[in-house]
């Protein structure tokens, strides 16, 4: 936005509000920590200031506006785990990255349910791949977290290979089943066989 302001025979040339769109407005602080949640970086978002905002703002002055919102994600996922949870669900999904090119990553996602069927996102973690170091990672840190695996009464995963090596290494004991939407996805032979044969699929 463009502003004319005529100039005066005496006094100041500049009306005394104009040095207050120097600060930050409290908005463009709000879209800067929900672009940076969205994966932008504050490099990023410091580039495209002039155009957001009307003026270049350094990503240290951006790093001073999202660090309340890294501090909560990190507390977040450093949570203790609830004592009550029996059943764990295990997944990833895949999203896309930029970085210099375009390409599809992981995040992995502990999903814990109760008894009575509450369910808690309890962890996600960026991963370039379900490899079974990335699924240990993870299960060692809602361990450390209070997850109790001994109460636990049942796991629930895809056929990924990463992440049933890193079950076996880490929670043997627990019973685990095999996703039902995974199983009868379109692609797999016993999604293909419900496709085909869907009466005699009903239970």
Not at 60 to 83: K, Y
Not at 145 to 174: K, Y
Request: charged content about 25%; hydrophobic content about 40%; some cysteine.
């Amino acid at each position: 936005m463009t502003v004319s302001v005529p100039k005066p025979r005496s006094g100041a040339s500049r009306p005394g509000w104009v040095p207050l769109l120097k600060r930050a407005p409290h908005p463009l602080k709000d879209i800067c920590r929900q672009l940076w949640l969205r994966g932008l970086s504050s490099r990023d978002l410091a580039a495209v200031s002039p155009d957001v905002a009307g003026r270049q703002w350094s990503h240290e002055s951006v790093n001073g506006w999202v660090r309340d919102v890294a501090e909560d994600t990190m507390r977040w996922l450093n949570r203790p785990v609830r004592q009550d949870v029996r059943y764990v669900v295990l997944d990833a999904l895949y999203v896309p990255f930029v970085r210099g090119s375009s390409r599809r990553e992981a995040l992995l996602v502990a999903l814990g349910v109760t008894e009575d069927g509450y369910k808690e996102v309890l962890d996600i973690q960026h991963a370039a791949s379900e490899s079974t170091d990335s699924w240990t990672t993870m299960l060692s840190r809602l361990t450390m977290r209070g997850l109790r695996v001994a109460d636990l009464s049942l796991v629930i995963t895809d056929g990924d290979a990463g992440l049933l090596a890193a079950l076996s290494s880490q929670s043997p004991q627990v019973p685990r089943q095999r996703c039902t939407v995974h199983k009868v996805r379109p692609g797999t032979l016993a999604g293909r066989l419900v496709r085909r044969f869907p009466r005699a699929a009903r239970p």
